[in-house]
């Protein structure tokens, strides 16, 4: 229960001039592999993702990514999912569906968590009254913590719901079990997105 990896993002993020990424996919890990050992980087973490993947066709060009750049998966007006890591596909299969629904929910794939894209935070905290935060770390310290750190210092006001560990040490079970139980599988995140009020924090 101790061994899952899920404290590195929140452990890591305090210590200066680190570079934090973590993959939503294969070709994103290469593409973070190779932008790390050109001319000029620093340190450089990269969350290596747990399981087989979900990619058939792995291989890709290798191309540098802008560090500290998200993107954006999905544009919407309802609410803004900002996510990090391979939990970001579920998170597109979920606004996908919201969006067969009439929902428009914007996604945004962080990419790194340090240092955090700023042009990304600043346009969900002005456009939109919700944010939710999904990571497959601690709840305590990770993306959710750097989301709601920068609302509160540029004086802005979303509401922000994170979803991630809970702080306590989870048992062992398969991944598609985990998930469930903390909620950051497809309905947890889906129940996340549409209810308007967070539940009290663990």
């Known amino acids: 229960p101790t061994h899952h990896g899920a404290f590195d993002l929140a452990a890591l993020r305090p210590i200066p001039h680190l570079t934090i990424a ?20 620093g340190p ?22 802008p560090v500290g750049k998200g993107r ?4 919407g007006e309802d609410v803004a999912v900002l996510s ?18 009439g929902r428009r929910v ?21 456009h939109f009254t919700r944010i939710v935060t999904v990571e497959d770390g601690v709840i305590r310290g990770g993306l959710g913590s750097a989301v709601l750190e920068y609302m509160s210092d540029h004086d802005l006001h979303p509401a922000v719901r994170r979803l991630g560990l809970p702080d306590e040490f989870v048992e062992h079970g398969s991944p598609a079990e985990l998930y ?3 909620g950051l599988d ?9 209810s308007p009020t967070p539940p009290p924090l663990n």
């Open 22 to 41: 973590s993959p939503l996919d294969e070709h994103e890990l290469r593409r973070m592999m190779y932008t790390a050992q050109l001319p000029g980087q």
């Open 44 to 65: 450089f973490v990269i969350r290596y993702p747990r399981g087989r993947g979900v990619l058939a066709e792995w291989r890709c060009p290798l191309e540098a990514i």
């Open 72 to 75: 954006c998966l999905h544009e």
């Open 84 to 101: 990090i890591g391979p939990v970001g596909n579920t998170v597109a299969a979920v606004v996908s569906e919201l969006e067969k629904e």
């Open 106 to 126: 914007a996604h945004y794939d962080m990419r790194f968590l340090k240092p955090i894209d700023e042009e990304i935070l600043e346009y969900a905290g002005q």
């Open 180 to 182: 469930h139980i903390v």
């Open 186 to 194: 497809g309905e947890g995140i889906r129940q996340a997105i549409l």
